[in-house]
């Protein structure tokens, strides 16, 4: 069964807690294997969801959850998040487990934290064989659908000197089930600016395009 659109999320199930804790939903970082780093830039998503649920009507959790492919609490989450340098191995069953969660509509948004490309095409291939990567058009939904960003993707942190690019993996609808951001790490920008040091339009900028994709990943 599908993830129920956001607005029918919100009406039906907000916890029974008290108004300073509850929320409709929360997202997760994927935990891999293969020896890449899925826990870089730890306080990411938690400046991220700050953000959302100052400048947005989602009510996400302000905390993420860490879930890994094999469990099955994967598919309480309608959005996840994956991120990294280095390696990525998945098994043949988190493969089709990972399949599996994407056809019946939850969302994943890879990111890209420099030297995770080789290794996460090889590894989605082994989801969807039949399926490529395609770049993600400027006018798509997916960005404006909160901020609209005209010329696509952001570049928030320089590596290998490339343009900043969005691709996505489109269901038979064309709905977008993966979000793959490259050569522009939002998950830097997404960080304190402490941390990383960028001029704070670059920080807003990848914090907008981060709401944009959990705009669209819970409205399609």
Known sequence: ????????????????????????????????????????????????????????????????????????????????????????????????????????????HINDNYGLNAHIRREINKVFPEREFVEIPFEHEIFHSAFDFNNGLPKIHEHDNGPAQGFGLLDDSGRVMVFYSYESDLGDGWEPQAVHEKPEALRQAALQMGANILVYAMTN
């Not at 309608?78 to 390696?87: E, Q």
């Not at 988190?94 to 969660?101: D, G, H, I, N, V």
């Open 1 to 108: 069964m599908r993830f129920l659109p956001f607005l029918l999320l919100f009406v039906f199930l907000i916890p029974e807690a008290s108004a300073q804790e509850s929320y409709t939903f929360s997202i997760a970082r994927i935990k891999y294997d293969g020896g890449g780093d899925w826990y870089s830039d730890p306080e990411s998503l938690p400046e991220l969801l700050s953000f959302v649920r100052r400048e947005t009507l989602i009510d996400v959790s302000p905390k993420e959850e860490v879930v890994e492919l094999s469990s099955d609490n994967l598919f309480s989450f309608p959005y996840v998040y994956l991120t990294g340098h280095g390696n990525i191995r998945l098994s043949e069953s988190e493969a089709l487990r990972l399949r599996s969660y994407l056809e019946q509509g939850g969302f994943l």
